[in-house]
């Protein structure tokens, strides 16, 4: 559905994303995730086709929606009015899904947009993009916002949008969501990938390791007797106590990234 | 059918649901012979991914515990029980090492043993 | 997209449209006092008023509408806010959205090519209808006083406004797609604007003096040609640099 080879974008002297592959297939959901300034919104944004990379290749097979960071929608449009615009320029645009989601949210169309709160903002900006009918929904920070509830809601329409042949892309910085719904995993770091894959495979890779001297791996901790390393399970040594370790101790040490190398 | 899946464990989720359908096998509530819900049915229950219960059926065909029968679905397979109870024993396995590194006696263990199985000893 | 636009432009081209309208009728309302400003030149210090070229020839003048329409309307009232009236309309266009960051929903949903044209044409067309509106306004007002006023005359300010303006549309929509917030396209147009106009005192560049331009209503043809063209390249650029440009 969506190739991306040896993604590069600077702007002057700054390297946004440098180098970054993977591919995204039908019924998947992709997540993007790493700190802030990582790259993501700029790979997201050279994958629309809104910022021309300064190299690599990209091909999108089929039509998309978008949801960007910011969320925002024409703030003097009412948001029945807005629902009119997407009629009009919208892809596949399905009016009646887009009523009964607000209608679900509370959101009264006859408001204004510039008097939304942000979260139904968000709501309201989700519900029109997710009734768009195409193949790859392309959305940043989705979630970002929005009470429990809400969220929850929102990660099972992504899933229930696979169960129909269609893809996402998202970005996201709340681990535990996407725990819940992606099938595979980029993490980026300074414009660069540094772990991709199936995130059951992941989680798999990588156990704790307490040590008292260094090793190949990621240092998670230090107390004042030990270390703590994620460690890849191929490269864990003999006689040391090794431990699971939870998604956020993988991201959070490799991301991180203090690498002590024995 | 339904059970519950824990997203943040450290388990990966195709594992959580193999292991719940062999659990369903060996309770006797899924029998030989018997059509599996179809993946998306599953997924949907479970509120997991196609991709996961996609794979999940997938390995329990490599281990032998389900068959496909084409055009119509997944079915339980005539399996022996250590296939389908190894995970189980996997489990204590580990739980006794740890036992056993923290010292608790062999005797000790036996007791627990017979307590839960109802056997003489326990009180 | 249009219904959009249109409801995007509706506040400035309102405000603009009832200013010049309600300007007219003052000067409607004004047109037989005419004499009373004779009365003032005589009660005023010689030769301050007539350093305005207030002389009593010219207020004499004034008694005669054609005169009158001419100097006051399209030559003053009218014709000086034209390029003004232009560079309001045009300059929150594409930097606004782009400051709002809404300009997204509309790149990630119909080609660039429509986006440029349809943010183009819009505010354009409304903008000449208003444009053409005004300077045909003292028409129906003549023939109902039961005036005269000349036709050719009214035929060539319809030229130097819509031309006028249009080049300032059209170089303002320019620095619109170029900023990245709202008020620089905005202050960079009007410094434009009057630099040009500044300049243009100078013989030599009489040519930049568009404001001349607009209020003499003389459209002669290489002048006018020549902001014609000016539009028309500065347009194919903004194009160009629309298509290429990281949003």
């Known amino acids: 559905m969506l190739t991306v080879r040896g993604l590069k974008k600077s702007y002057g002297s700054k390297v946004a994303v440098d180098g970054v592959s993977f591919e995204i297939g039908k019924s998947e959901v992709f997540a993007i995730l790493g700190p802030n300034g990582a790259g993501k919104t700029t790979t997201l944004k050279c994958v629309l086709g809104l910022r021309r990379p300064d190299s690599g290749e990209i091909k999108l097979a089929g039509s998309f929606s978008y949801l960007p960071e910011e969320k925002n929608l024409y703030p003097y449009l009412r948001v029945k009015d807005t629902v009119d615009l997407f009629e009009r320029i919208g892809k596949n645009f399905k009016r009646e899904k887009a009523i009964s989601s607000l209608e679900k949210y509370g959101i009264d169309p006859k408001l204004k947009v510039s008097e939304l709160s942000h979260g139904m903002k968000t709501l309201t900006y989700l519900s029109l993009v997710l009734a768009e009918d195409v193949d790859l929904y392309v959305l940043d920070e989705p979630t970002w916002g929005l009470d429990p509830l809400a969220r929850s809601d929102v990660l099972n329409a992504l899933r229930s949008l696979t169960y129909e042949g269609k893809s996402v892309l998202y970005t996201s910085h709340i681990l535990s969501e996407v725990e819940k719904v992606a099938d595979r995993i980029l993490i980026m770091k300074a414009g660069k990938a540094i772990i991709q894959g199936y995130l059951d495979d992941v989680k798999a890779s990588y156990k704790l390791v307490v040590s008292e001297r260094e090793l190949d791996g990621y240092l998670l901790k230090r107390t004042k007797k030990e270390l703590i390393y994620l460690v890849r399970v191929d490269r864990i040594p003999e006689g040391v106590e090794v431990r699971d370790a939870s998604f956020e101790e993988i991201f959070e040490a490799i991301v991180r990234g203090e690498r002590d190398v024995a | 059918m339904w059970f519950r899946i824990d997203f943040h464990s450290s388990k990966p989720i195709y594992e959580q649901i193999k292991e719940g359908i062999k659990l369903l096998v060996l309770s006797g509530k899924l029998r030989e012979g018997e059509f599996l819900p179809s993946i998306r049915s599953l997924a949907e229950d479970l509120g997991v991914n196609l991709n996961t219960v996609a794979r999940a059926y997938r390995e329990l065909v490599m281990e032998g515990v389900l068959e496909v029968r084409r055009g119509e679905g997944y079915v339980v397979a005539n399996t022996k029980r250590e296939v389908l109870q190894s995970f189980l024993e996997d489990a204590l396995r580990n739980v006794l090492k740890d036992c056993k590194t923290a010292g608790i006696s062999e005797e000790r263990v036996i007791e627990i043993v017979r307590e839960v199985y109802g056997g003489e000893g326990g009180c | ?247």
């Not at chain 3, 320019?174 to 100078?202: E, H």
């Not at chain 3, 040609?225 to 990281?246: P, Q, T």
Request: hydrophobic fraction near 50%; include cysteine; charge should be positive.
């Open chain 3, 1 to 247: 997209m249009w219904r959009k636009e249109l409801k995007d432009l509706r506040t400035r081209t309102l405000v603009f449209l009832f200013l010049f309208v309600g300007t007219f009728i003052f000067l409607v309302v004004m047109k037989d006092y005419t004499r009373s400003l004779s009365e003032l030149l005589e009660t005023a210090p010689k030769g301050l008023l007539e350093r305005f070229g207030m002389t009593e020839e010219f207020i004499e003048k004034l008694g005669d509408w054609n005169f009158y329409v001419t100097t006051q309307w399209y030559g003053k009232n009218l014709g000086q806010f034209i390029p003004l009236f232009a560079i309001i309309v045009a300059f929150p266009l594409v930097a606004r959205e782009v400051e709002n960051q809404t300009i997204e929903l509309l790149l990630a949903r119909l080609s660039r090519k429509t986006v440029f044209f349809t943010k183009f044409s819009a505010p354009l067309i409304a903008f000449s209808i208003v444009t053409v509106a005004m300077v045909l306004l003292p028409l129906p007002v003549t023939a109902f006083l039961k005036e005269t006023l000349d036709a050719g005359t009214v035929g060539k300010y319809l030229v130097t406004h819509l031309v006028g303006g249009i080049l300032w549309y059209c170089v303002t929509f320019f620095f619109s797609i170029l900023s990245s917030d709202q008020v620089r396209p905005l202050i960079i147009s009007l410094a434009l604007l009057g630099g040009t106009t500044t300049l243009g005192i100078v013989r030599r560049l009489s040519f930049l003096n568009t404001f001349a331009y607009v209020m003499k209503g003389d459209p002669t043809f290489p002048q006018t040609l020549g902001y014609v063209l000016m539009s028309a390249l500065i347009v194919g650029l903004s194009y160009r640099i629309f298509l290429e440009k990281d949003f």
